[in-house]
């Protein structure tokens, strides 16, 4: 069994029920078990950084899963998650009824066209390191968490 991280995250629609339907969808896949879930927390759009769409505020959180699966196999599942919950990718940051990325498998590093891991951009997210570090709090240093103090989040 691998220890896995993933990130949840909506903005359109009943976003906390979609964040709550993507769990059960998770626990439900084979060969992985929901182990840990975070707060749900708010978070307004970086619609500040160029290529970064306008959109209302974000509820996200953190999994931690067990898996047998193989990385590349489960980033497929999450993926048809998304698309069972009417993801749609018009264009790059488009605001998102569900988004489910892979931050971390076990102490494992990819790096594909398909899938990067640990995720790329994940230390410069306080919508990510707050809800890893309330489950996880050993892998995310207080550095870290200084680094991004200034993102404006909030639990629900």
Known sequence: MVTAFIAL????????????????????????????????????????????????????????????????????????????AGRERPYVNAPRTLDLDLLLYGDGRIDSPQLTVPHPRMWQRAFVLLPLAEIAPALVSQDALTAVQGQTVSIL
Not at 32 to 43: D, I, L
Not at 55 to 83: F, K, M, S
């Open 9 to 84: 995250g909506a903005n359109l629609g009943d976003a906390v029920a979609a964040l709550r339907q993507a769990v059960v969808s998770i626990n439900a896949l084979p060969l992985c078990a929901v182990k840990k879930t975070s707060s749900f927390y708010k978070t307004a759009p970086l619609q500040m950084l160029p290529g970064h769409a306008p959109g209302g505020d974000y509820i996200n959180a953190v999994l931690g899963i067990e898996t047998r699966l193989p990385a590349p196999i489960l980033l497929q599942h999450l993926q048809q998650i998304e698309q069972a």
